[in-house]
């Protein structure tokens, strides 16, 4: 089946600074990549998804880019607010019901 | 519209004893999922239903039974509930089948003594 991983576990970084959180899957049949944010004792929400026929995908402050042939894929955060504070997950679909998820980073955006 | 709607919110089970996570959506999706979460290891798939009628297994179903009741719902049954169940328990739906985004319910806190 397929494996992702996720890097790094935590990361903390000033308001306004960049973050970006790295994830590697296994399966090269992957082909649906979501990333979801799950703040404290709340339900994980997707942010941004990207197919694997687009190279980078964005939604204001979020990006997505995919890279295909090294089977990595990252999230990026540009100009962190402290309500960027959370958990993220990292997801890979084969194109079946196999949703894998990263371990999850937990981001924390000092103000 | 409540999306994914889960109940209980909370559960404290004695081991061996039995317990249905109920799970239902609005959203008209076809395909719904049962994951749980553990601290560091991020969300495995437990049970999946494709579509009305189906079901299939996923990472880690045993000691775990489900059954789609309708197109709105989705249950989980544990039968005898071991301590190693204890977890926090999503629910999900989407749309279709395959590449398409979950949409997650509020979680079920379950811990078993």
């Known amino acids: 089946g397929e494996n992702v991983e996720q890097h790094p576990s935590t990361l903390s970084v000033q308001e306004g600074d960049s973050a970006v959180i790295k994830c590697t899957y296994s399966?090269?049949?992957?082909?649906?990549f979501p990333w979801y944010k799950q703040e404290l004792g709340k339900r994980p929400q997707l942010i941004i998804d990207i197919r694997s026929n687009v190279g980078e995908k964005k939604d204001q402050r979020i990006a997505v880019t995919l890279n295909k042939t090294a089977k990595h894929f990252s999230l990026h955060i540009t100009e962190t607010q402290p309500e960027d504070s959370a958990v993220y997950f990292c997801a890979a679909n084969r194109g079946n019901n196999d949703m894998r998820f990263g371990a999850g980073t937990r981001l924390t955006v000092k103000p | 519209n409540a999306g994914v709607t889960q109940t209980p919110k909370f559960q404290v089970l004695k081991t061996g004893q039995s317990m249905t996570l109920q799970c239902a959506q609005d959203m008209n999706h076809n395909s719904m999922y049962w994951y749980r979460q553990d601290p560091g290891m991020g969300l495995r798939l437990i049970y999946y239903?494709?579509?009305?009628?189906?079901?299939d297994k996923g990472e880690v179903p045993n000691g775990y039974n489900v059954s789609r009741l309708n197109k709105r719902e989705f249950s989980l049954r544990l039968e005898s509930a071991a301590p190693s169940q204890t977890s926090v328990y999503f629910c999900?739906?989407?749309?279709?089948?395959?590449?398409?985004?979950?949409?997650f319910g509020d979680g079920t806190r379950l811990s078993i003594l």
């Open positions: 399966d090269s049949a992957s082909n649906y």
């Open positions: 999900a739906s989407s749309l279709a089948s395959y590449n398409q985004p979950q949409h």
């Open positions: 239903s494709a579509s009305e009628g189906t079901t």
